[in-house]
């Protein structure tokens, strides 16, 4: 929490977009959703072109079920996120989120809604793949175990 707190003591000093970030994922990571996307709010209204600020609106909306403002926020973010590995994995973690964990696939199922879901599911293996590779070549062969695995236990158990 003491991170939270300079954050906010920062802020009242100067309101800027990456200050407001830094203190959104925090939240995030605090599962603290709703502060963190006012958090982002803020810092995509002072910087609308933040990878940052716009793929963290995106995770938070994707965690409260804002699947359609997710994506839209994930595409947006990725028009300004470069090679960031960061802003890649985040991004993936979007597309991942809004698929539900009940969908259903296969052949015999062949709805739209069941097409946009494998898009968002192959777009989310895709960006982890070039997240994987653009990251330094000293984490590369346990991005999988270090960075995706923690996550995958960590949102089934939030629901």
Do not use: M
Request: aromatic fraction near 8%; glycine fraction near 6%.
């Amino acid at each position: 929490r003491s991170a939270i707190d300079d954050y906010t003591h920062s802020l009242s000093y100067r309101r800027d977009p990456e200050t407001f970030c830094l203190r959104g994922w925090a939240y995030l990571i605090l599962n603290s959703t709703e502060l963190a996307l006012a958090d982002f709010e803020d810092a995509v209204r002072l910087d609308p072109s933040s990878a940052n600020a716009l793929l963290g609106r995106a995770n938070c909306r994707a965690r409260i079920g804002l699947t359609k403002e997710a994506v839209a926020d994930a595409e947006a973010g990725l028009k300004f996120a470069g090679d960031d590995p960061r802003h890649l994995y985040n991004a993936a973690r979007v597309y991942a989120q809004a698929i539900p964990p009940n969908r259903k696939t296969g052949p015999q199922f062949k709805g739209a809604e069941t097409l946009q879901y494998a898009g968002w599911e192959r777009k989310a293996v895709e960006l982890l793949r070039q997240a994987r590779e653009r990251s330094p070549e000293a984490v590369r062969g346990n991005f999988l175990s270090d960075f995706v695995q923690p996550l995958v236990g960590s949102s089934r158990s939030q629901g």
